[in-house]
Each structure stands twice: as C-alpha cells, then as structure tokens.
C-alpha cells in the first residue's frame, strides 16, 4: 500500500511525473545495489529482533512524512532521502523473513509454507493497491501514509510473540569491513562452487521470472488490445491469476514435500504448461478460455518460486540463509527488471502479440533447463546416498 500512497503523494505535492518516477528509482535501487550485503548483516543478528527493528524503523519514517508535510518542514530533497532510507531497511526484510522459516516449521513444512508466504504477498500486491487508492479518495494521500504506517506497526507487534534460536556466523576477523566482505564472499562461494545445484536452480527461477513478472504488468495491455475486454472483464482476469495461484497453495500444503529431483520435474512441467498457456491466449476466442488460460498461468507461477525456496533453504546452513537469498533475491529482481522492460518494448514495438509469444519462449526455456538438471540431480542423489552405507562398511 505504501508505494501507491507514496506516489500519489509525491505527485500531489510536486504535480511532476518526473519527479514522481523517481520514488520509483529511489525504492529499487538499495535492494539492486545492497542486496547481498543485507544478507551478510542479517545473517549476524537476531531474525526475530531484526525484523521488528526494521518495521518499527518503517513505521516512525513513514509517519514522519505527513508530519514534516503538515509542518510546512518537509522539502523535496528530504523526502527523496526519507524514501531511500526507507527502502534500504525494507530490503533487509526479506533475507530476514526467508532466513527465519527454518527456524519455525520442520523441514518437509518449507514447501507449504513458502506457496503460503507468496499466496499472503501476491493478495497483497493485487488488493494493496486498491485498498490504498480508496483510502486516498477517502482521506487523502497525507492521511494514508499513517494508515501505511500503522501496518507496520501491527506487523512488528505481530512477531513479538516469536521465540526463535538465534543462530552466530563465525567471526575469523575484528575489522568489521573484512569480517563483510569475507561473509559475502562465503555465501558466493557457497552458491556458485559447493552447491552448484542451488545455483542453478536460483537460476532457473530467474529465467522463469523473467517472462512471468513482464506478463502481470502486460495484462491490461494484454486485455485491452488483445482480448478487447474493460476494466470490469479486466478485473476478472486478475481474479483467474490470484484463484490460481491460491490453488497451487492448497495443492502444495496438502501434498507431502517431494525431493529435491521431484520438484525440478515439477518446475520442468509447470514451466511448459505456461509455455503453451501464454500465446495460447492469442487464440482465445472468448472471456472464459482466456481466464482459463490465465488461471493456468498463475498456477505455474505459483508452483516455482516455493519450490525453488524450500530446496534453498533446506540444502543451506541456517548461519549462510540470509546471504544465500540476499543473492537470489537480488538476481530474481534484476531478471524481472528486465523482463518488465524488455516485453514491455517488445509489445510496445512489434504488438503484444510477439511480446506473449517470446514470453512463452523464455517459460520453453526454463523448462528445458530445468529437464537438463535432472542427471545432474539424480547423480548427486545417488551419490549422498551412497556415503552413509561407505561410512558404515569403514566402521566395521
């Protein structure tokens, strides 16, 4: 809620598009930038405390920008730097947040748990906007940033009830700046060369991110000059997208979490059914087909990113979690970044047309990937089944 309040605000004192863009910049580029050394710092302190830290410090700065309004104090320079200060501890929140699942749920839990975090984030997404444009036209812009504020507030009295076990990153050095800079590089070190399945599978939800964020922010074009639906039938659209990926979180909290190998073919077979679901939507000839298309759609999109999170946090020591998805946070971000732009031109330049069916390319290619990692898994299966039955024969 607070970034649509946040702009309607900006734009209301400022009357600048330009000017109100940049609260957009200034809110992506700490997370681009500082990503990964959020990780390192979480990674050293209390998840639990941390959290609650980060939303109060939300909730005074976000209060604080009708206050200074209201008191004729509030330049524009000032607010530019209250947002990014904002933003720098906002992309702490959720290394912290993935950090802290392991410690709270038994490890064949992770899989439900992270399709329920992404189904409570994506209703958040889709209403938060709404819900704040209401407050707008109700109370007004100034008025809402308390409303956002309060959230926060709500949300740090929310954790303190949480009694997690505080888990210490070793320390090899007194310089803190070293002590950091050897703490990332451990966590790079950690993806790229012990565990080059993560790294891979990090990768595979990065080219799947890719189209399926540009194809979200594509839908009212998609609708409008496509499907040639208003914004009544528009809304219905973004209903089949939410309804199917609410399915995919019931499915996955019901079924028993899979091995790592069962969920790549998973990935692998939701990645080609949004393949074909995408531009199957150019041959849709009527409402219903294209939100049951769509419907499919978000039932992939559902599937992956907790798929994908759980292995992470399963295969990583909990002292590297928050490093560890501080780089797939920030890589997932990069790739929707561009996907976003990159469609957007592509349907912006050669239609929406071609813009879907590159779409539907990338989702081929994360599910070809995907099938390419199988031997690979399969190996590495076999492999660490294989140690203890070598220990056992040594031992006697």
């Known amino acids: 809620m607070s970034k649509v309040a946040l702009l309607w605000f900006v734009y209301a004192m400022t009357d600048s598009a330009l000017k109100m863009s940049l609260i957009g910049v200034l809110q992506t580029i700490p997370p681009l930038v500082f990503g990964p050394f959020a990780g390192v710092l979480i990674d050293r302190l209390d998840k639990r405390r941390a959290m609650i830290v ?21 330049a524009l320079p ?11 501890f906002s992309m702490a929140f959720g290394p912290a947040l993935n950090a802290t699942l392991p410690l709270i749920v038994k490890k064949e839990q992770l899989t439900g748990v992270n399709a329920l975090m992404q189904s409570a984030m994506t209703i958040g997404q889709l209403l938060g906007p709404a819900v704040s444009g209401m407050l707008i036209a109700a109370i007004g812009a100034q008025n809402a940033l308390f409303v956002n504020a309060a959230a926060f507030f709500l949300s740090a009295l929310c954790k303190i009830p949480l009694r997690l076990p505080h888990v210490r990153a070793h320390r090899s050095s007194d310089n803190v700046w070293t002590q950091a800079v050897k703490d990332l590089q451990d966590g790079i070190r950690f993806v790229f060369v012990k565990q080059r399945l993560l790294f891979l599978l990090m990768i595979v939800a990065s080219i799947f991110t890719l189209g399926s964020t540009a194809f979200v922010y594509l839908l009212p074009v998609i609708g409008d000059r496509l499907l040639h639906v208003g914004s009544v039938a528009l809304g219905w659209l973004w209903s089949s997208l939410s309804l199917g990926i609410l399915a995919t979180t019931v499915w996955l909290i019901w079924k028993p979490q899979q091995r790592v190998c069962m969920r790549i073919w998973m990935i692998a077979i939701a990645a080609a059914i949004a393949a074909v679901a995408v531009p199957g939507l150019l041959m849709s000839d009527s409402m219903l087909w294209a939100a049951g298309l769509i419907m499919a759609i978000g039932t992939t999109s559902g599937l992956i990113t ?45 239609g929406p047309g071609v813009s879907l069916t590159a779409i539907g390319v990338v989702n ?25 039955e070598q220990s056992l024969r040594r031992a006697s």
């Open 54 to 74: 980060i939303d109060l410090v939300r909730t005074g700065l976000l209060a604080s920008i009708p206050i200074l309004y209201g008191f004729g104090l509030l």
């Open 306 to 350: 907790p798929l994908v999170s759980a292995s992470l946090q399963e295969r990583t020591p909990k002292e590297l979690m928050a490093r560890v998805f501080g780089l797939f946070n920030t890589g997932t971000m990069v790739f929707s970044m561009i996907g976003m732009t990159l469609f957007g031109w592509v349907a912006d330049r050669f």
């Open 78 to 88: 000032w607010l530019y730097v209250l947002v990014f200060v904002i933003a720098m």
């Open 364 to 388: 081929g290619a994360t599910a070809l990937v995907s099938m390419g990692l199988l031997p690979w898994c399969y190996r590495l299966a076999k492999e660490t089944s294989s140690r203890p």
